[in-house]
């Protein structure tokens, strides 16, 4: 395979050549959502870079092997030991088994990245199908000796781990920093040092999700699942590992450690992670009030919003910045996405009603394909791609309006490198762009019209055509009502 993809590695800090360990076939891990909520912008952001670059390795020609997790449970409130599992707090305050808030959100989260036009990962392990491998993960760490057990519970011994090698290798910190920003909490008594962090809890006795271990009736940590899971699947050493920035500490830090202690070494090459999202400049959060779902932005359902989106819309928006910048939402840079898109598509559809002369044309459209690989190429530079397609789009109006030529074999080229890039590496869906509240208008317009239709018969004493029409419309469901002010209708409930 032949190409020049290059990635940030954030263990390096640096952008390298992509050289997969055993191509043609690419291992490639990306940690999902904990299902105790909607999925809002922030879920989408990773779910879009890593279905970018999913399918751009498939478009090199390379067989990708996408694990993207299921966190259903361990995951513990402040991303911390002790406090409760964000699932069995829901759970508990819904009145429902674990498994069904697992279930009901799982299902709305596959749904929404469906819309967004999300390709599904090849596996979608859940941390609770994977209790056995994790159990084994942690017995493998208390064998090398960089685990302790204290009441029933195992911690990892971060400040053994760290004369040996190095803690904070990922995030650029060292054992002072991390101590210096544990926070104090409750139970950290059981641990010989605060940074330790939790390998098994031994489950409290109204802690529902529990499982036998060596060590207690209880669950895994946290960062045990992505360890234990990606070896499942890939192999004790895989190409890529992802997931949002938030997660580098502790998380993908703690997941290296893991690995580092069960079997000597890093399990993963490239550690890639997207940037966060601000919406108005601030952090979204629950209780800052500004934490929109992504059902809400396709609904139009916020107060912070002055219209619905559309799925392609927010996928567009987040794919105009690269992975590694921020992102900040707001109404006006919304809207900007829609019209940016729907000029790149209306332009997309106008190459078929293009004139072709026997000439050369007027803009390179064999280079405008390379321009958009390197731009790939370097580190998924995704608003590259945009701008030179927002170029090719502005050739394709000139040639439209007389004011440019082009070849007819350059008609072709160009209409294949929309469906490449476009379509199928950016994986916007031309059919799913479509606003319901523009539906909605045009449906409106359509009984509009019936309805005029009818006043003229009116006016024209037609009045079997008048009476005809307005029984028709009362027997698909609609209420017509004659009042001085014109004819009135409304959809009987
Ligand atoms: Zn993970």
Same mark, same amino acid.
């Given at each position: 395979m032949?190409?020049q993809?290059t990635?940030?590695?954030t263990?390096?800090?640096k952008?390298?050549?992509?050289?997969?360990?055993?191509?043609p076939?690419v291992?490639? =891990?990306?940690?999902?959502?904990t299902?105790?909520?909607?999925?809002?912008?922030? *879920?989408?952001?990773p779910?879009? @870079?890593?279905?970018v $670059?999913?399918r751009?390795l498939? *478009?090199?020609g390379?067989k990708?092997? =996408?694990v993207?997790?299921? @966190?259903d449970?361990g995951?513990l409130e *402040?991303?911390a030991?002790e406090g409760?599992d964000k699932?069995?707090?829901k759970?508990?305050?819904e009145q429902?088994e674990?498994?069904?808030?697992v279930?009901y959100?799982?299902?709305?989260?596959?749904?929404a990245?469906?819309?967004l #036009?999300?390709?599904?990962p090849?596996i &979608?392990?859940h941390?609770?199908?994977?209790i056995?491998?994790?159990?084994e993960?942690?017995?493998k760490?208390?064998?090398?000796?960089?685990? =302790?057990?204290?009441e029933?519970?195992?911690y990892?011994?971060v400040?053994?781990?760290n004369?040996?090698?190095?803690y904070g290798k $990922?995030?650029?910190?060292?054992?002072?920093?991390v101590?210096?920003?544990t926070? &104090?909490?409750d139970g950290?008594?059981?641990k010989r040092n605060?940074?330790?962090f +939790?390998?098994?809890?031994? +489950?409290?006795?109204?802690h529902i999700?529990?499982w036998?271990s060596?060590w207690?009736?209880?669950?895994?940590? !946290?960062?045990?699942?992505c360890?234990?899971?990606?070896? /499942?699947?890939?192999?004790?050493h895989?190409?890529?590992h992802g997931g949002?920035?938030d997660?580098?500490?502790?998380h993908h830090?703690?997941e290296?450690a893991?690995?580092? +202690?069960?079997?000597g070494?890093d399990?993963?090459?490239?550690?890639?992670h997207?940037?966060?999202?601000t919406? #108005?400049?601030t952090k979204?959060?629950?209780?800052?009030?500004?934490?929109?779902t992504?059902?809400e932005?396709f609904k139009?359902s916020?107060?912070? $919003? @002055?219209?619905?989106y559309?799925p392609?819309?927010?996928r567009?928006?987040?794919?105009?910045a *690269?992975?590694?910048?921020?992102?900040?939402?707001?109404?006006e840079?919304l809207?900007a996405?829609?019209k940016?898109l729907e000029? $790149?598509?209306?332009?997309?559809?106008l190459?078929?009603?293009?004139n072709?002369t026997?000439?050369?044309?007027?803009?390179?459209?064999?280079?405008?394909k390379q321009?958009c690989?390197?731009a790939l190429?370097d580190d998924? #530079?995704t608003p590259?791609?945009?701008?030179?397609?927002?170029?090719?789009?502005?050739?394709? #109006?000139a040639v439209?309006?007389?004011k440019?030529?082009?070849?007819?074999?350059d008609?072709?080229?160009?209409d294949?490198?929309?469906n490449?890039?476009l379509f199928?590496?950016l994986?916007?869906? /031309?059919?799913?762009? @479509?606003n319901s509240?523009e /539906? &909605?208008?045009q449906y409106q317009?359509?009984?509009d019209?019936?309805?005029?239709?009818r006043?003229?018969?009116?006016s024209e004493?037609?009045w079997?055509e +008048?009476d005809?029409?307005r029984d028709?419309?009362?027997?698909?469901?609609?209420?017509i009502?004659?009042?001085k002010d014109?004819?009135? !209708?409304?959809? /009987?409930?």
């Amino acid at each position: 395979m032949e190409h020049q993809l290059t990635i940030y590695n954030t263990l390096d800090r640096k952008k390298e050549l992509f050289v997969p360990l055993h191509a043609p076939h690419v291992g490639m =891990y990306v940690c999902g959502p904990t299902v105790y909520g909607d999925a809002h912008l922030g *879920h989408a952001r990773p779910a879009i @870079t890593f279905d970018v $670059l999913f399918r751009y390795l498939t *478009h090199l020609g390379y067989k990708v092997r =996408y694990v993207r997790n299921i @966190t259903d449970v361990g995951h513990l409130e *402040h991303d911390a030991d002790e406090g409760e599992d964000k699932i069995a707090k829901k759970a508990r305050l819904e009145q429902l088994e674990p498994m069904e808030v697992v279930q009901y959100y799982l299902n709305r989260y596959h749904k929404a990245m469906e819309a967004l #036009n999300v390709l599904p990962p090849s596996i &979608e392990p859940h941390a609770s199908g994977h209790i056995i491998e994790q159990i084994e993960l942690v017995q493998k760490i208390l064998d090398a000796g960089y685990a =302790y057990i204290s009441e029933g519970s195992v911690y990892f011994d971060v400040a053994k781990y760290n004369k040996d090698h190095h803690y904070g290798k $990922l995030s650029g910190r060292n054992l002072d920093d991390v101590l210096n920003t544990t926070r &104090e909490l409750d139970g950290q008594q059981e641990k010989r040092n605060p940074a330790d962090f +939790a390998l098994w809890k031994k +489950a409290q006795p109204e802690h529902i999700m529990r499982w036998p271990s060596p060590w207690s009736d209880g669950f895994p940590g !946290w960062h045990a699942e992505c360890t234990a899971m990606g070896r /499942k699947y890939l192999g004790e050493h895989f190409d890529i590992h992802g997931g949002g920035m938030d997660l580098i500490f502790p998380h993908h830090e703690c997941e290296i450690a893991q690995s580092v +202690a069960s079997q000597g070494d890093d399990m993963v090459h490239y550690w890639m992670h997207n940037n966060m999202i601000t919406i #108005n400049g601030t952090k979204m959060g629950k209780s800052l009030g500004n934490f929109i779902t992504l059902d809400e932005f396709f609904k139009g359902s916020h107060p912070l $919003l @002055t219209q619905a989106y559309t799925p392609m819309t927010i996928r567009f928006f987040i794919l105009q910045a *690269h992975y590694r910048s921020t992102v900040d939402f707001s109404n006006e840079a919304l809207q900007a996405s829609e019209k940016g898109l729907e000029r $790149l598509i209306k332009g997309y559809t106008l190459i078929k009603e293009l004139n072709a002369t026997n000439c050369d044309s007027d803009f390179d459209v064999k280079g405008l394909k390379q321009k958009c690989e390197e731009a790939l190429n370097d580190d998924l #530079n995704t608003p590259m791609v945009i701008s030179h397609l927002s170029e090719a789009t502005r050739y394709i #109006n000139a040639v439209y309006a007389g004011k440019a030529k082009i070849s007819p074999a350059d008609i072709t080229i160009l209409d294949s490198i929309f469906n490449i890039f476009l379509f199928n590496i950016l994986g916007i869906n /031309k059919e799913q762009n @479509t606003n319901s509240t523009e /539906k &909605e208008i045009q449906y409106q317009q359509a009984v509009d019209l019936l309805l005029n239709i009818r006043q003229k018969a009116k006016s024209e004493k037609r009045w079997e055509e +008048a009476d005809f029409i307005r029984d028709e419309l009362e027997k698909i469901g609609f209420n017509i009502k004659d009042t001085k002010d014109g004819t009135k !209708w409304h959809l /009987k409930s």
